[in-house]
Structure formats: C-alpha cells, structure tokens
C-alpha cells in the first residue's frame, strides 16, 4: 500500500502545510532524493561526458549512461540504445515527424485522435505542406477512444497512428495494446505519447509492443528539461538524424559526415546530463513505490473523487466513469458556459450568466485563496475543447503525495466557491 | 467590508447582469480580442461621432474579471471624447477596477480595453 501522507515529507514543499498541489499532470514536485542526486553530481563529478580521460568525466559518463539503462528498464526496454535523451515529450514527437516526415509523401496518412494534447498534433500537422493527410479518431460520450471511428480512420495509406496512452483532459486510459495491433495490421507505424501515463502506472514498451514512446521526466518526480524518445533499435536505426552538431556524428569530413551508434545519432551537443541523473533517481523514486501501488493508489483516489463530485449540484466531470480505465486527472465544470460564437452573440437578446455557472478562471483563482492549486483552461487540448463544446475547464489532478484529505479540501472550497459567486 | 470586498462585489455584479451587452446599432468601431492562454474573448463596439464616443457595447465570453471589466469600461466610455479612451493607461484602468489580479489574471482584466483601443485604431 502507498500512504500518501508518508510520501508527501519527502516533498519540502509539501510539507510546510499550506499547499494543496492538485496540478501534477502540469508538472509534479520533486521528492528530496532527486534533489540530492543532482547536487551530487554537481558537487562531485560534474563534467562533459563522452569527451574527458579524466576521472571526473568517466564519472558523469558513467552515471549519464547508468541513468539510461535505469530508465530504459523502468518502461520495460531492454536495449538501452532505443532510448534517446530530448528535453520532453514535445521534443520527442517533433523529432519523429521531423525524420518518419522525410520519409512520408503526398497522400500518406497519419492518424491522431480528437483527445490529443498540442503537441501531438502540431508537429504532424507540420507534413500538411507536403500533402500528408491528417485524420482524427472521434471519442464517444463518456470521452473514450471509439474503437469503430478509430478502425475507420486507419486504412491501406495510413503510415503512423500516434495516440496518447492517458488523455491529460479526460483522463481516459486507451488500451494502447489493441491500438498497437490495429496500427500494425494496416502495416502502420504504432506512437504512445506516455506523457500521462509513464509517470502513473506500470508499463512495459515490449508488451504494448509500440514502435516508439514519448515521455518527460518533469511529469515523473524529476527535473524539467529531460524526456525521453523510446524507440525500436531497429527502427531508430533507419531514421535520419534529427539535428547535427558534436556527439551526433562519427566522422566529419568538409564535404559531409558519417553518423555515430543509437542512441548517440540523436542526442547532438551536449546532453542534460543532471537532467537525466535527476530523472533516474526520480525512477528509483517510483520503484520504491512500486508502480502497481501508484496505479491503485490513484484509482482508489480517482473513485472516491467521483463520488464526491456526484455529491454537488451542476458539476459535471469528463471522461470515463470507470476508475480503472480513468487516471488521476479529473477535469470538471461547474454549470455549462457555451462556447462563444460571435454572430450568434449579436443577435441574441440580453446575456445573462446564471449563478450556476462558475467560468474555470474564476474556480481556480478562487480555489487559490485556500492554497489549492488547480488548473483552468484548455490544457492545450482546444480541439478536444471544441469537440466537448466548452470554452475551458477546470482540472485537478493527483499523484503519489495526494491523499482523500486533498480531495476533501477542493470539494469544500468548491462548495464555498459556488455560495461566493452565487446571487 | 474592506474596499478590496466591495470591488469584488461590485465586479460580480457586473458580470451576473453585464451593463451595455449585445449588438450596438450603428458601430462605427469595433474589435474582438482573444486571450489564447484561457480562451476570455471580448467583442468590443463603439459608435464615434466626431471626436465623441456616443455609445458602447460588448458581448464576450470568460471569466467575471474579463467580462466585468468590459461591462464597466462601456460605462466609462459612453459620451466621453475619444481622447479619454486614448488617454486611459493600463494601470489607470486596472485602478478603476479596485481589485487586486496577479499577472495572470490581468490579461482578462485588461482584454476589453486593449479590444476599445484598437477598435478605435482600426476604424481610423
Ligand atoms: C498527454 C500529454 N502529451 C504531451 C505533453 C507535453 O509534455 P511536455 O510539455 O513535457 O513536452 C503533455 C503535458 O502537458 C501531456 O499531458
């Protein structure tokens, strides 16, 4: 079992009292352990790596490729060479449509979901100039992926289908494994944006059997600035590189150059080395946990939360009513504010906002007056926004350090915030 | 009640039963403006007569700060020379406001107005 209250004095910041910290698919807070680490190495072997014969270099070569075997572990890949250092997940998809792009033409296709976050669309969208054509899987209206939308969407020119694993809004869990068959049976590459679902729940890159995944360390106990691209060997192989510069090449001579091994090809310049040793202890961080225990954890977590909300009055909740297809992110409304259209605005007589209606800006600076941080807005998710037909939302999400007292805190301040705003 | 309460009560009014809300007759000036970070969006109309704003009015969707904000500058504004509004500073107008908004939030509470200023560069 996890106890979240034991968990929460390793976080500094938690533990002073007067923050309620329900915004961790943003960013989590960082646990004590990964603080030390990175002042470790700072303060004992901070060097360049791959380039001294010195001591200290060969020591924060060391731990830089500890730190990769780790993490490549910890997703289940036992070849360390298919997982390439970037600074987040947004770097990660970039640098697949960047180089699978090159190697797509006119008519080719691509297929996403209306649930994806920015950016797993519009690094994609990017391959509309030269004629790649995007198509959306549609959810149903309990916000999962539908099955029969998605099979229709992927077909004979369908190249890559790139999905998130977790939504970030709805908190969906998609059945990445089945996603995976259906992509590979049409011959198409198979892309995870683990983003929202690495940092919260056991998994294993062999078993999903996607061909890559995309996941940021800040999401996961550790620093900003480090992600991961996890990618097939063999596949990561026949990719072109991404950018150039030092460690990337083998050999350069003035009229071009070779390029160096995996993972080395894409990690051009030099790396965030105490990124990825402060991500590596975020990992042995999780472990501890074990990650059979967050996932419960959460989902005991999530179940307790949607009982409470059914408890009050114009609230409505988006995503799956199951916790076990549901992450910790539990994105909310309190009263419908229809989204704008400015001709329709015109000619409607006189606007009145009920007292039911809280707008998600007001809910979260409300909310903050308690010390509980909540996000509003729309998550970089503004088509999934549209498809909703909401202007924006308001988003608690838990991790590892969140107890039911948390949940308690926000349903409370929420009660208070609908008296306050009421008239 | 402090002053800081009063402006919040007086901002919820504004925003529960908006002054000057929907399509202005004869707008002469007019622009919308969009807070991408949050999705506020103001449409701000104003009808000119010489140097002389004679009327204001807005629709918009957002948050109490937004819309208030705009509710109340169309007070303000109304029979007033364009010269007031050209003349109005950013923390002039937060100031009439009377509520405290962090860095985030002054966007929303800013929106209307930059909407009337450059509704009125626009139709120049
Ligand atoms: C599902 C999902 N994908 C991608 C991202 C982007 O992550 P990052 O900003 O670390 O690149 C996020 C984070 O906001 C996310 O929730």
Redesign the interface.
Same mark, same amino acid.
């Given at each position: 079992m996890l106890d979240p209250v034991r968990v929460a004095k390793d976080f500094p910041i938690l533990s002073k009292g007067d923050l309620t910290y329900l915004d961790s698919a943003a960013t989590t807070q960082k646990p004590v352990q990964v603080v030390d680490a990175i002042e470790d190495y700072y303060y004992s072997c901070n060097s360049n790596v791959h380039r001294g014969i010195y001591r200290i270099s060969e020591e924060a070569t060391e731990r830089y490729e500890k730190a990769r075997e780790n993490i490549s572990q910890f997703v289940g890949s036992r070849d360390p060479a298919g997982t390439v250092f970037v600074r987040n997940t947004t770097e990660a998809i970039n640098l697949l449509s960047y180089t699978l792009g090159r190697q797509l033409k006119a008519g080719d296709e691509i297929v996403l979901s209306v649930m994806e976050h920015h950016s797993n669309m519009v690094p994609w969208q990017f391959l509309r100039e030269k004629g790649v054509v995007i198509r959306y899987a549609d959810i149903d209206s309990e916000g999962r992926l539908d099955p029969e939308d998605l099979k229709s969407k992927i077909g004979r020119k369908t190249r890559i289908v790139s999905l998130t694993h977790v939504s970030n809004v709805l908190g969906t869990v998609n059945p990445v494994s089945e996603l995976a068959k259906m992509a590979h049976e049409a011959s198409s590459l198979f892309i995870v944006d683990g983003a929202q679902s690495v940092p919260h729940m056991p998994l294993d890159v062999k078993s999903i059997d996607c061909d890559f995944m995309a996941f940021s360390g800040h999401k996961m106990l550790g620093p900003a600035g480090i992600g991961v691209l996890y990618g097939k060997p063999e596949l990561l192989m026949r990719l072109p590189p991404f950018m150039g510069g030092g460690d990337m090449i083998r050999e350069v001579r003035l009229d071009g150059a070779t390029w160096n091994d995996l993972p080395y090809k894409f990690e051009a310049g030099t790396p965030n080395i105490e990124g990825a040793i402060g991500l590596s202890a975020a990992v042995d961080y999780l472990r501890n946990l074990g990650m059979d225990n967050v996932r419960r954890h959460e989902m005991e977590l999530m179940d307790y939360v949607m009982k409470r909300a059914g408890e009050i009055e114009d609230l409505t909740y988006y995503g799956p009513r199951d916790p076990k297809v549901h992450g910790g992110v539990f994105s909310f409304n309190i009263g419908q504010i229809p989204a704008f259209d400015l001709e329709s605005e015109l000619n409607s007589r006189h606007l009145k906002i009920s007292s039911q209606e809280l707008h998600p800006h007001d809910i979260s600076s409300y909310l903050d007056q308690s010390g509980i941080a909540v996000r509003a807005g729309h998550h970089c998710a503004m088509p999934l926004m549209t498809r909703l037909g909401v202007q924006a939302t308001s988003r608690a999400s838990f991790y590892v350090y969140n107890s039911r007292d948390d949940a308690d805190k926000l349903f409370i301040a929420l009660e208070n915030a609908k008296k306050a705003f009421a008239r | 009640m402090s002053e800081e309460e009063i402006s919040a009560e007086i901002i919820? +009014?504004h !925003? /529960?039963?908006?002054h000057n !809300? =929907?399509?202005l007759e004869g707008s002469n000036a007019s622009m919308?403006e969009y807070n991408p970070?949050? =999705? +506020?969006?103001v449409?701000f109309q104003l009808r000119i007569a010489g140097t002389v704003i004679e009327d204001a009015k807005f *629709? =918009? /969707? =957002? &948050?109490? *700060?937004?819309?208030a904000s705009a509710s109340m500058l169309t007070d303000m504004l109304k029979g007033k020379p364009i010269e007031y509004l050209e003349s109005l500073t950013e923390s002039g107008f937060l100031d009439v406001l009377g509520i405290k908004v962090g860095p985030a /939030?002054e966007k &929303?509470a800013l929106l209307s107005l930059t909407a009337a200023k450059k509704a009125v560069k626009a139709s120049r």
């Amino acid at each position: 079992m996890l106890d979240p209250v034991r968990v929460a004095k390793d976080f500094p910041i938690l533990s002073k009292g007067d923050l309620t910290y329900l915004d961790s698919a943003a960013t989590t807070q960082k646990p004590v352990q990964v603080v030390d680490a990175i002042e470790d190495y700072y303060y004992s072997c901070n060097s360049n790596v791959h380039r001294g014969i010195y001591r200290i270099s060969e020591e924060a070569t060391e731990r830089y490729e500890k730190a990769r075997e780790n993490i490549s572990q910890f997703v289940g890949s036992r070849d360390p060479a298919g997982t390439v250092f970037v600074r987040n997940t947004t770097e990660a998809i970039n640098l697949l449509s960047y180089t699978l792009g090159r190697q797509l033409k006119a008519g080719d296709e691509i297929v996403l979901s209306v649930m994806e976050h920015h950016s797993n669309m519009v690094p994609w969208q990017f391959l509309r100039e030269k004629g790649v054509v995007i198509r959306y899987a549609d959810i149903d209206s309990e916000g999962r992926l539908d099955p029969e939308d998605l099979k229709s969407k992927i077909g004979r020119k369908t190249r890559i289908v790139s999905l998130t694993h977790v939504s970030n809004v709805l908190g969906t869990v998609n059945p990445v494994s089945e996603l995976a068959k259906m992509a590979h049976e049409a011959s198409s590459l198979f892309i995870v944006d683990g983003a929202q679902s690495v940092p919260h729940m056991p998994l294993d890159v062999k078993s999903i059997d996607c061909d890559f995944m995309a996941f940021s360390g800040h999401k996961m106990l550790g620093p900003a600035g480090i992600g991961v691209l996890y990618g097939k060997p063999e596949l990561l192989m026949r990719l072109p590189p991404f950018m150039g510069g030092g460690d990337m090449i083998r050999e350069v001579r003035l009229d071009g150059a070779t390029w160096n091994d995996l993972p080395y090809k894409f990690e051009a310049g030099t790396p965030n080395i105490e990124g990825a040793i402060g991500l590596s202890a975020a990992v042995d961080y999780l472990r501890n946990l074990g990650m059979d225990n967050v996932r419960r954890h959460e989902m005991e977590l999530m179940d307790y939360v949607m009982k409470r909300a059914g408890e009050i009055e114009d609230l409505t909740y988006y995503g799956p009513r199951d916790p076990k297809v549901h992450g910790g992110v539990f994105s909310f409304n309190i009263g419908q504010i229809p989204a704008f259209d400015l001709e329709s605005e015109l000619n409607s007589r006189h606007l009145k906002i009920s007292s039911q209606e809280l707008h998600p800006h007001d809910i979260s600076s409300y909310l903050d007056q308690s010390g509980i941080a909540v996000r509003a807005g729309h998550h970089c998710a503004m088509p999934l926004m549209t498809r909703l037909g909401v202007q924006a939302t308001s988003r608690a999400s838990f991790y590892v350090y969140n107890s039911r007292d948390d949940a308690d805190k926000l349903f409370i301040a929420l009660e208070n915030a609908k008296k306050a705003f009421a008239r | 009640m402090s002053e800081e309460e009063i402006s919040a009560e007086i901002i919820l +009014d504004h !925003y /529960r039963n908006p002054h000057n !809300y =929907g399509k202005l007759e004869g707008s002469n000036a007019s622009m919308t403006e969009y807070n991408p970070i949050c =999705g +506020d969006t103001v449409h701000f109309q104003l009808r000119i007569a010489g140097t002389v704003i004679e009327d204001a009015k807005f *629709v =918009g /969707r =957002g &948050c109490s *700060v937004s819309q208030a904000s705009a509710s109340m500058l169309t007070d303000m504004l109304k029979g007033k020379p364009i010269e007031y509004l050209e003349s109005l500073t950013e923390s002039g107008f937060l100031d009439v406001l009377g509520i405290k908004v962090g860095p985030a /939030r002054e966007k &929303c509470a800013l929106l209307s107005l930059t909407a009337a200023k450059k509704a009125v560069k626009a139709s120049r």
